[in-house]
């Protein structure tokens, strides 16, 4: 059975950083691409990064130049490094691993984990 934890939110100045990382087991890890979203209360979920099984990366525009997603396949780990972090990044963010074969999608969200950018 497929898990995804997220960890390593957090209350930060804005200007900070913080690391998030994502553990996904239950899956075939390499396959999968790993997403991150975000989601205001009151407000539907967004895309915010993404990093394919080839290593190919894609950040919403607000947030390129200042996060970096990147994997690690031996640890079946996701990160989400977030530089100069602003007030406008506070939201739950969300692991979401994500395979889109020829017979379908298959994919999974993690509970989530708080980022509060506050002085």
């Known amino acids: 059975q497929a898990q995804v934890v997220e960890s390593g939110g957090g209350l930060v100045q804005p200007g900070g950083s913080l690391t998030l990382s994502c553990v996904a087991s239950g899956i075939i890890f390499q396959n999968f691409a790993m997403e991150w979203y975000r989601q205001v209360p009151g407000q539907e979920r967004k895309f915010v990064a993404r990093?394919?099984?080839?290593?190919?990366?894609e950040y919403e525009p607000s947030v390129e130049g200042r996060f970096t997603v990147s994997r690690d396949n031996d640890k079946k780990t996701a990160y989400l490094q977030m530089n100069r972090l602003q007030t406008d990044d506070t939201a739950v963010y969300f692991c979401?691993?994500?395979?889109?074969?020829?017979?379908?999608?298959?994919?999974?969200w993690g509970q989530g984990t708080q980022v509060t950018v506050s002085s």
């Open positions: 979401h691993p994500n395979f889109e074969g020829v017979y379908g999608t298959v994919d999974y």
């Open positions: 990093i394919r099984p080839n290593r190919k990366v």
